[in-house]
Nanobody, 120 residues
Framework: VQLQASGGGLVQAGGSLRLSCAAS????????MGWYRQAPGKERELVAA???????NYADSVEGRFTISRVDAKNTVYLQMKSLEPEDTAVYYC???????????????WGQGTLVTVSS
């Protein structure tokens, strides 16, 4: 199983970006999917997550500005980011809880990270 993230880049404060993360490989089910970020000198933190049933949760710092969504037919999770602030600068990692076969416990997989830089 591999997660391939894309969509990062450099944007001015107030701008927007959309991150994508596609899961590939052999598996039978994808449970929760989410995005984390890690800024320089800080610990990795949850940004947003979405369950298989569509329930979403967000970090307080991004509530109202970021929107997480998923398209199960494409095994893909998205993060639409608006009104970006310099404090959003970080490496963003996608995460998915995936069951590779029935009878085995699902586990978390991580993407390679994509850098988002917001200039002031």
């Amino acid at each position: 199983v591999q997660l391939q993230a894309s969509g990062g880049g450099l944007v001015q404060a107030g701008g927007s970006l959309r991150l994508s993360c596609a899961a590939s490989g052999t598996f039978v089910a994808i449970n929760a999917m989410g995005w984390y970020r890690q800024a320089p000198g800080k610990e990795r933190e949850l940004v947003a997550a979405i369950t298989r049933g569509g329930t979403k949760n967000y970090a307080d710092s991004v509530e109202g500005r970021f929107t997480i969504s998923r398209v199960d037919a494409k095994n893909t999770v998205y993060l639409q980011m608006k009104s970006l602030e310099p404090e959003d600068t970080a490496v963003y990692y996608c995460n998915s809880n995936i069951r590779v076969r029935w009878g085995r416990d699902p586990r978390d997989y991580w993407g390679q990270g994509t850098l988002v830089t917001v200039s002031s």
